[in-house]
């Protein structure tokens, strides 16, 4: 039912209300790209000092392929979904060798790039290239729900829908096009309660119209998967003791140990049986990621006596163990509430090191 869409008006809208992003001021495809796979789960404004870092350290794919990954992954820290980052750094380094550095213009040439899947190869392809791609993300599909008071959906709704907004995307004006649909669903036709009123599509709006707008699309009920955790921040001669991801979700993110990980159950045994253990509990803090909300709960162990940095517990398939240097901890890409937890640890030591000297 794309006839009930008012195009002009959609268009008129965009041109007239637009929000400047730092990413749509020059659309060229690095950017385009860069910002696109961020912006992927993640809020416009959150995204914005991401990106100005990112191109200002990464100001072109030679750049960012010569790069160490840790270095890259500190560069997303607090963005989430860490895969993004690391299929960002593994598509630079094949951009190089296989396309000169240059994303290609093609469709079936972007979908063999790690990383850009069929959303975002539209999306460079509508707004760097200038061709005639549409794009579906959540917003889109939002819209178009409403328009035609349509609650349930599936994939083939998906297909369909792409094929009728390409017969209606404006050949001089594609990227604008896909930008503008973007655009109306985060500030008109938003999630939960829209902004009718203010809507210019709203006389064509099925859903609008049969008074069922804020039932569609219909909520899912989220399953969200609770865990309680102590993480131990295990402290001697000026080094504390982090643990790296080897593969899996947060894969090359370091993180601290849980008194239930089976390589550490010797080192929490030992530092059971140790006296000059200061121990002291950080504040709880809540992880949410994906549908799991890990409760963490901190302890700072600190070795007064005993340098404890010669023990390591053992790596496994999962992880891998090292003693870092405090004054070097930032270095290392963590997950932002690792992050949180560790900053308050740092700040927690000062006396203690000040006290030691």
């Given at each position: 039912?794309?006839?009930?869409?008012?195009?002009?008006?959609?268009?008129?809208?965009?041109?007239?209300?637009?929000?400047?992003?730092?990413?749509?001021?020059?659309?060229?495809?690095?950017?385009?790209?860069?910002?696109?796979?961020?912006?992927?789960?993640?809020?416009?404004?959150?995204?914005?000092?991401?990106?100005?870092?990112?191109?200002?350290?990464?100001?072109?794919?030679?750049?960012?392929?010569?790069?160490?990954?840790?270095?890259?992954?500190?560069?997303?820290?607090?963005?989430?979904?860490?895969?993004?980052?690391?299929?960002?750094?593994?598509?630079?380094?094949?951009?190089?060798?296989?396309?000169?550095?240059?994303?290609?213009?093609?469709?079936?040439?972007?979908?063999?790039?790690?990383?850009?899947?069929?959303?975002?190869?539209?999306?460079?392809?509508?707004?760097?290239?200038?061709?005639?791609?549409?794009?579906?993300?959540?917003?889109?599909?939002?819209?178009?729900?409403?328009?035609?008071?349509?609650?349930?959906?599936?994939?083939?709704?998906?297909?369909?829908?792409?094929?009728?907004?390409?017969?209606?995307?404006?050949?001089?004006?594609?990227?604008?096009?896909?930008?503008?649909?973007?655009?109306?669903?985060?500030?008109?036709?938003?999630?939960?309660?829209?902004?009718?009123?203010?809507?210019?599509?709203?006389?064509?709006?099925?859903?609008?119209?049969?008074?069922?707008?804020?039932?569609?699309?219909?909520?899912?009920?989220?399953?969200?998967?609770?865990?309680?955790?102590t993480v131990l921040l295990i402290c001697s001669s000026g080094k504390i003791l982090l643990r790296k991801k080897k593969k899996g979700l947060f894969q090359d993110m370091w993180m601290l140990?849980?008194?239930?990980?089976?390589?550490?159950?010797?080192?929490?045994?030992?530092?059971?049986?140790?006296?000059?253990?200061?121990?002291?509990?950080?504040?709880?803090?809540?992880?949410?990621?994906?549908?799991?909300?890990?409760?963490?709960?901190?302890?700072?162990?600190?070795?007064?006596?005993?340098?404890?940095?010669?023990?390591?517990?053992?790596?496994?398939?999962?992880?891998?163990?090292?003693?870092?240097?405090?004054?070097?901890?930032?270095?290392?890409?963590?997950?932002?509430?690792?992050?949180?937890?560790?900053?308050?640890?740092?700040?927690?030591?000062?006396?203690?090191?000040?006290?030691?000297?």
């Amino acid at each position: 039912m794309i006839e009930i869409f008012n195009l002009d008006k959609l268009l008129y809208w965009f041109d007239s209300n637009k929000k400047k992003y730092p990413w749509g001021e020059e659309k060229s495809p690095y950017p385009v790209w860069i910002s696109e796979i961020m912006l992927q789960q993640t809020v416009a404004a959150s995204v914005i000092p991401y990106f100005q870092r990112w191109m200002t350290d990464y100001p072109d794919l030679q750049t960012l392929a010569s790069s160490e990954l840790n270095e890259v992954l500190s560069h997303w820290e607090g963005l989430g979904y860490y895969s993004r980052c690391r299929n960002i750094h593994k598509a630079a380094t094949y951009l190089v060798e296989k396309h000169n550095a240059k994303l290609p213009e093609t469709y079936g040439e972007l979908k063999n790039v790690p990383g850009i899947g069929d959303y975002t190869a539209r999306a460079i392809l509508s707004i760097a290239f200038k061709k005639p791609y549409a794009v579906l993300d959540a917003n889109v599909r939002r819209i178009i729900q409403r328009l035609r008071a349509q609650s349930d959906w599936t994939a083939d709704d998906d297909r369909q829908t792409v094929k009728k907004l390409e017969s209606i995307i404006p050949a001089d004006r594609p990227g604008d096009f896909n930008e503008a649909m973007m655009q109306f669903g985060q500030m008109i036709c938003t999630t939960g309660t829209p902004r009718c009123v203010t809507c210019p599509l709203r006389k064509g709006c099925l859903a609008h119209k049969k008074g069922v707008s804020r039932e569609i699309p219909l909520r899912k009920k989220r399953k969200v998967k609770h865990m309680e955790k102590t993480v131990l921040l295990i402290c001697s001669s000026g080094k504390i003791l982090l643990r790296k991801k080897k593969k899996g979700l947060f894969q090359d993110m370091w993180m601290l140990p849980d008194e239930d990980a089976e390589s550490c159950k010797a080192m929490e045994k030992l530092l059971n049986d140790l006296s000059g253990m200061k121990r002291t509990l950080l504040k709880k803090r809540n992880h949410f990621y994906t549908d799991n909300k890990d409760s963490l709960t901190p302890c700072l162990i600190i070795s007064e006596t005993i340098d404890l940095s010669c023990i390591t517990p053992s790596d496994d398939e999962i992880f891998e163990y090292r003693w870092i240097d405090i004054s070097q901890v930032d270095n290392y890409p963590s997950p932002s509430v690792y992050r949180k937890i560790l900053d308050e640890a740092k700040i927690t030591l000062k006396p203690s090191q000040k006290g030691s000297k």
